[in-house]
T-cell receptor, first 114, second 115 residues
């Protein structure tokens, strides 16, 4: 069975600084994809970034980038130039082409301080 | 594209009562998912549909839970004989299924409180 582990329940960062959120996963699948979702307080969950396992190049979306280490089964999210609006719960998620659902970690609560 | 909408946003009920939630996905999306999220946890998969067919159900989905998507558009999730342990946020998500192209769009959820 696949599992997703986020070992940092809470983190904080000063505005304009960089922060890295950790995620590890366990699977025997070779083809899969990984996601980071953001859930702001009392608002709906939105996709931040996604990574296909067969791609060696790390995904980047503006200030958000990932460090995907397939052999280590690690998938961390780096947020550069943190903004107050980045304050949210961040969930790492795992999915495969052979199953319909995503498996989520327990989340990391990120607070960006002015 | 108005996004995924869920109704109601909040539901308070007494133990033993039945409740029904509705989800309207993004119109062109053929897949629809139900997740449950409790405080401090990530979403847990309950079930999903491709068009009107219910393709997978989690073992979390006891026989008190039933979900339908009669015409492949909106979906309902019904909980019969509610228990206090059913208190949670129920999230709906939709997607357009493509090979290795899974991307979920979530609704704002229905917060259920069972007293």
């Amino acid at each position: 069975a696949q599992t997703v582990t986020q070992s940092q329940p809470e983190m904080s960062v000063q505005e304009a600084e960089t922060v890295t959120l950790s995620c590890t996963y366990d699977t025997s699948e070779n083809n899969y994809y990984l996601f980071w979702y953001k859930q702001p307080p009392s608002r709906q969950m939105i996709l931040v970034i996604r990574q296909e396992a067969y791609k060696q190049q790390n995904a980047t979306e503006n200030r958000f980038s990932v460090n995907f280490q397939k052999a280590a089964k690690s998938f961390s999210l780096k947020i550069s130039d943190s903004q107050l609006g980045d304050t949210a719960m961040y969930f790492c998620a795992f999915g495969t082409g052979s199953q319909g659902n995503l498996i989520f970690g327990k989340g990391t609560k990120l607070s960006v301080k002015p | 594209d108005t996004g995924v909408s869920q109704d109601p946003r909040h539901k308070i009920t007494k133990r033993g009562q039945n409740v029904t939630f509705r989800c309207d996905p993004i119109s062109e999306h053929n897949r629809l998912y139900w997740y449950r999220q409790t405080l401090g946890q990530g979403p847990e998969f309950l079930t999903y549909f491709q068009n009107e067919a219910q393709l997978e159900k989690s073992r979390l989905l006891s026989d008190r839970f039933s979900a339908e998507r009669p015409k492949g558009s909106f979906s309902t999730l019904e909980i019969q004989r509610t228990e206090q342990g059913d208190s949670a946020m129920y999230l709906c998500a939709s997607s357009t299924w493509g090979q290795f192209n899974e991307k979920l769009f979530f609704g704002s959820g229905t917060q259920l409180s069972v007293l």
